[in-house]
């Protein structure tokens, strides 16, 4: 039986009727192909034969391998039975040539009809959509890269379509605002204009009344508008009328806006560095000139005017018309020779100026090729006329000084000494010792033997200076130095490098014993020394460090050697010390600790934690101490014993103060508008701090709520004789509403005088004395003899350390007006504040107040 027109088909029982679905083959212009279950081609029309351009069935293999690599995840699902209405699948097929195409593709089960036998298990229908398919992704892929062209130039796209009221604003439009994709803009005018720089607006309304009046079709302009974050952000906005109304006005406006904000700094940065060098130049009187090689034109500035006393504009010829007649010929050579070279020089000459005075000059110049290639020259002068006279009368000295050689030779002698030696004892000074050390640090590295350094502070030399005078002082200072020359064996330097420091250089294949070598010079220096009738006594402290063979670096060894006596001072003093390496990984750990603060100040990492106060009657809380930490980017959170030294060190304790102050001021506002009951917050202020002239004016800057803030002064502060300094920043204390406070009363040495002339509002019981007192009836005696003290003296007391229960009821009972401590609440930080006072948890872990007094009562009585 012949196949029917147009298609390729399996031969068909003639008892069959011909089936539906080969007829649909034979008459659509689509292309159809029958799949049996296997997934194999078994019959195909004429149109998905061309389709894939074969001539024959046979051409084609399965189904599944006809379809591009790229789609084939998605025929398993695509071939699944379904329902008829399932939509088509865009997919790509592949030619046995490996070209790929566009189809959009329908699968669908064909029914079982009478009289036509078995159907195929699915017919695939395919319309070609190549063309069409490749177009869209070509398209997408151009607006793709337009996009991405916009966004990394960091232009942000803007489109007003008036017309039918589309606003719309790109990603990264608003990247330069700091807007979310989905934050809303408020578009009108008057609310955005409220964004822009109070100093742009009037500009700004301008131009954009230009654009929508039409009286421009294309402008550029900037402006400051405040970015989310609230800082400044320079735009650059370029706007363009894309469609005009029926009435002619501009119907559309788009453009792009620009962040030129690095611009706009690098301008002003390159505006004041502009201002910095002219003013520089008028202050050092250089003038600056350039010649325009190819025409002769030259440009001098004012100051060069000035300097060659023109009365009138310098032309080609002023410059070696103003020369000097000797120094024409070498001057004008060298001018001659820069240029050809295409180097920088220098140059020397006289001029001769309008008034006739002679003066010498100095200049540099440089040959350039600017931007339009024309070839420049470009240089400065400057007066060197005193420098001159002041060099030829030098030079006339050295002449006549020559002529007297032989009486220089003696006076260079004694020079020379004198260069490398103190005046006073007679010992080499450090230029001496620099010169010496490198020669025994090479001696001992070729010999393979020790050098070892010590330095040698004497101690308690200032007050010998102070009290008996600077000549006491010298004669402690030539005792020291035979003490010195003494202890000196074969092979050894000593030095006096300044002040009242020395330094003793030891060497030798032998070497000495360090450790009775730096005792003896200790022993020896604490011997009285009698000077007019008086008894001199000093000490000395000395710093050791030594090296051996090859690895010998002598400025370290004095680096080294200058770090053991640091210690050996900061360990009480009179005594000898070695740099090991023990001590200097602790340098190590110091330094790295100490850059760690600087960098945590930078990073604001400081910050307050709290430790509540309550009413011993009633244990409401009625404030918080603020306690300084360090959120450290990897320890945690650190108290103060493991930085406060080094920030001492430093000089930074007093912006650390401050950091944690101003934060605690801010939590303390935020907890007052919560109504949380906090009344105050105390903070502890150091000695250093309290001496600093600026203190005063510091806190003027905060705002502090009078009444709200504690200053807590240690008792160690030897409240008796304070300074002026002191008394002036307490005074202004007072005036802002700052209560003073004693902490850690009972271990220092305020007395009751003290007391009475600071007239603190508070002072704390320390917590040592508070500790005792549930076991020791002369601690509670003593502790009631305080509190009676500032009852006296109408001064609130505050204990400290409250750790039990027991300590609740007995401090109470003593009559203490606030208790603080671990029994009711420990340091937290400021989150944490709201939720413990709401909570009110610390009533339940101390129990019945009255309770436990009692308790107490029958406890003692027994």
Known sequence: MAKPPGSTSIAVEKTEREPLYRQLFARSGFGFAALDTEGRIIEANATLLRSFAVCALEDLPRFDACVSAKDRSIIAYAMRPKSAEQAPWEIRLQRPDNSEFWVLASFMEPPALPGEGTPPAIIVQI????????????????????NNALESAGQGVWDHDFSRGDLFYSRQWRAIRGLQPDDAIDSSLESWIQSVHPDDRAHVIAE??????????????????????GHWVWVESRGAVVEYGADGKPSRIAGTDTDITERKEAEERLAQMSRRLELALDVSRIGVF???????EVQWDDRMIEMYGLTEEPNATTWE???????????????QNGIFNGRDFANEFRIIRGDGEIRHLRGRSAPYVDTTGVARLIGANWDVTEDVLLQEELTRAKELAEARAGELESAKARIEYTALHDHLTGLPNRRYLDAAIDDAANEARQAGSRLAVLHIDLDRFKEINDTLGHLAGDQMLIHAAGVLRELKGDGDFVARIGGDEFVFLSSGPNGRNLAVLAEAIVEAMRKPVTFNGHICRFGASVGIASQSGAAIDAKQLLVNADLALYRAKNRGRSRHEFFTSDFQAQIIINKQTADEILSGIEQSRFLPYYQPQFCARTLDIIGVETLARWDHPTRGILTPDTFL????????????????????????????????????????????????????????????????????????????????????????????????????????????VSLMKLSPRRLKIDRQLVKPVSRSPGQRKLVGTIVEIGRSLNIEVVAEGVETPAHVAIMRDLGCDILQGYALARPMPAQAIPDFVRREEWRLEVGNVRDLQNGVRRAVNR
């Open 290 to 296: 350039e010649v325009n090689l190819k025409t002769s």
């Open 321 to 335: 018309r103003a020369l000097h007649p000797l120094d024409q010929r070498e001057a004008a050579a060298k001018v």
């Open 208 to 229: 954009i009344k230009k654009q929508e009046t039409g009286q421009t079709g294309f402008s550029v302009f900037s402006y400051r508008e405040r970015h989310k974050e």
């Open 645 to 752: 030294k080094i920030a001492e060190d430093l000089d930074c304790v007093a912006t650390i103060d401050r950091i944690v102050l101003e934060k605690s001021l801010a939590d303390f506002r935020e907890w007052q508008s919560l109504g949380l009951g906090i009344g105050k917050i105390s903070a502890n202020v150091s000695s250093k701090r309290l001496h600093d002239p600026e203190l005063a004016r510091s806190l003027r800057t905060l705002d502090i709520k009078p009444r709200s803030l504690s200053f807590e002064l240690l008792e160690s502060i030897f409240l008796d004789d304070c300074d002026r300094t002191v008394l002036e920043n307490l005074a202004e204390m007072r005036k802002l509403g700052i209560d003073i406070e004693i902490d850690d009363f009972g271990t220092g040495h305020a007395s009751i």
């Open 127 to 146: 319309i070609d959509i190549d063309e069409r398919k490749r177009n869209a992704l070509e398209l997408a892929e151009r607006e793709a890269r337009w």
